[in-house]
Antibody
Framework: EVQLVESGGGLVQPGRSLRLSCAASGFTFDEYAMHWVRQAPGKGLEWVSGITWNSGNIDYADSVKGRFTISRDNAKNSLYLQMNSLRVEDTALYYC??????????????WGQGTLVTVSS | DVVMTQSPDSLAVSLGERATINCKSSQSVLNSSNNKNYLAWYQQKPGQPPKLLIY???TREYGVPDRFSGSGSGTDFTLTISALQAEDVAVYYCHQYYGTLKATFGGGTKVEVK
């Protein structure tokens, strides 16, 4: 069974950094693009960043471009999100998400339970 | 960027009745080379991550009840629950994934029992 387990969230002051991790299992990790999607408390889903299977193609939402960096380690079946210069508005539950096909443009077919990031002084 | 607009924001439907959710994209998400619409629907219940219901606009994910169906093409899409069950109370999101890694979600539609 597919499992995506996020970690690394917590309470952090504005301007500080945090690194999220996602441990994947139950599927061939290096065959699929992966995404980070966040959800602010009581709000809708917001796509944050995506990365293709070989890290050859990476993209970010405008709201995080230049501050966040996505990466993956296929040998460790892991996805990461380095978040720098955090802002109060980055407060959200961050989901690791697996796509359902090998191509760049694909739907998400599995979500982790999420890790909560709270940015507050 | 492609903007996804869902309507209504919420709706209340009696058990056994039909629920219809609309999603409109600011640009076409139809790929004419493969005739696929790059549009998915998700269900999110309180305290849970989203769950994939429909992809390619009308393909039901394995295990999803057949009372859920998706339709539409180009810029206008619909998710229909043919006969609402109590367990269908949730927020529903559309999602476009056309062309690049960058994706966008609709604002969500909350479905409740009347």
């Amino acid at each position: 069974e597919v499992q995506l387990v996020e970690s690394g969230g917590g309470l952090v002051q504005p301007g500080r950094s945090l690194r999220l991790s996602c441990a994947a299992s139950g599927f061939t990790f290096d065959e699929y693009a992966m995404h980070w999607v966040r959800q602010a408390p009581g709000k809708g889903l917001e796509w944050v960043s995506g990365i293709t299977w070989n890290s050859g193609n990476i993209d970010y939402a405008d709201s995080v471009k230049g501050r966040f960096t996505i990466s993956r380690d296929n040998a460790k079946n892991s996805l990461y999100l380095q978040m720098n210069s955090l802002r109060v508005e980055d407060t959200a539950l961050y989901y690791c998400a697996k796509t359902g096909c090998s191509s760049t443009s694909c739907y998400v077919n599995w979500w982790g339970q999420g890790t909560l990031v709270t940015v507050s002084s | 960027d492609v903007v996804m607009t869902q309507s209504p924001d919420s709706l209340a439907v009696s058990l056994g009745e039909r629920a219809t959710i609309n999603c409109k994209s600011s640009q076409s998400v139809l790929n004419s080379s493969n005739n696929k619409n790059y549009l998915a629907w998700y269900q999110q219940k309180p305290g849970q991550p989203p769950k994939l219901l429909i992809y390619w606009a009308s393909t039901r994910e394995y295990g999803v009840p057949d009372r859920f169906s998706g339709s539409g093409s180009g810029t206008d899409f619909t998710l229909t629950i043919s006969a609402l069950q109590a367990e269908d109370v949730a927020v529903y999101y559309c999602h476009q994934y056309y062309g690049t890694l960058k994706a966008t979600f609709g604002g969500g539609t909350k479905v409740e029992v009347k």
